[in-house]
């Protein structure tokens, strides 16, 4: 099982719908949690954290997170062409050696088609 | 202005050839990796320093080394040792908390030639 699985995509949505992101993560232990949003060719820049269960909203985005059942996802809502991009997972949790650290998913490549 | 500078943008390595990718950052961040991104795929971790002089290995360091003499610097050198290197490579940096984001430089497309 890999620590960080995001739904494979690519997904493909309209302009105007609500896009719906998902996120499994291996260490139950994880306590920071990470959407960041990376353009074709360029660096990762960071859309949302979360840390308590629940729902966050910032603007049309909401990140919701469920530890009980590992799992983290991001919506993003009245999508626009803008937002094709593809979305990255983020956990800190156990990986190399002892301490946590910031491990990535695979990404799900988002299209909102005009 | 604060934040994180990678350098070159553009890298060409010819076979059996050691480079080495720099990375500086003025936000007084403990913590500094690096990552390397192949098409289509996340980002695996490479190494990872979080105090001057101590690093780690992350995920996939064979073929790769490091070094962190200052707080500001992080250089990746990619070894001949490395068979496939030809990747996009990001330097990050956060505050040593636990919670706290990365902040990532521009990158360095690397292409063997």
């Known amino acids: 099982q890999k620590e960080v699985e995001q739904n494979s995509g690519p997904l493909s949505v309209p302009e105007g719908a609500i896009a719906s992101l998902n996120c499994t993560y291996s260490?139950?232990?994880?306590?920071?949690f990470f959407w960041y949003r990376q353009y074709s060719g360029k660096s990762p820049e960071l859309i949302m954290s979360?840390?308590?269960?629940g729902d966050k909203e910032d603007g049309r985005f909401t990140a919701q997170l469920n530890k009980a059942s590992q799992y983290v996802s991001l919506l993003i809502r009245d999508s626009q062409p803008s937002d094709s991009a593809t979305y990255l997972c983020?956990?800190?949790?156990?990986?190399?050696?002892?301490?946590?650290?910031?491990?990535f998913g695979s990404g799900t490549q988002l299209t909102v088609l005009p | 202005d604060g934040g994180i500078t990678q350098s070159p943008k553009y890298l060409f390595r010819k076979e059996g050839q050691n480079v080495t990718l720099s990375c500086e950052q003025n936000?007084?961040?403990?913590?500094m990796y690096w990552y390397r991104q192949d098409p289509g795929q996340g980002l695996r971790l490479i190494y990872y320093?979080?105090?001057?002089?101590?690093?780690q290995k992350g995920d996939i360091a064979e073929g790769y080394s490091v070094s962190r003499e200052k707080k500001e610097s992080f250089p990746l050198t990619v070894t001949s040792a490395q068979k496939n290197p030809t990747a996009f490579y990001l330097c990050?940096?956060?505050?040593?908390?636990?919670?706290?984001?990365?902040?990532f430089g521009q990158g360095t497309r690397l292409t063997v030639v």
């Open positions: 990050a940096s956060r505050d040593s908390s636990e919670g706290t984001e990365a902040f």
């Open positions: 260490d139950r232990g994880s306590q920071s």
């Open positions: 979360i840390y308590s269960n």
């Open positions: 983020a956990v800190n949790l156990i990986s190399s050696g002892s301490a946590r650290q910031l491990t």
């Open positions: 936000l007084n961040h403990d913590a």
């Open positions: 320093s979080q105090i001057v002089n101590d690093f």
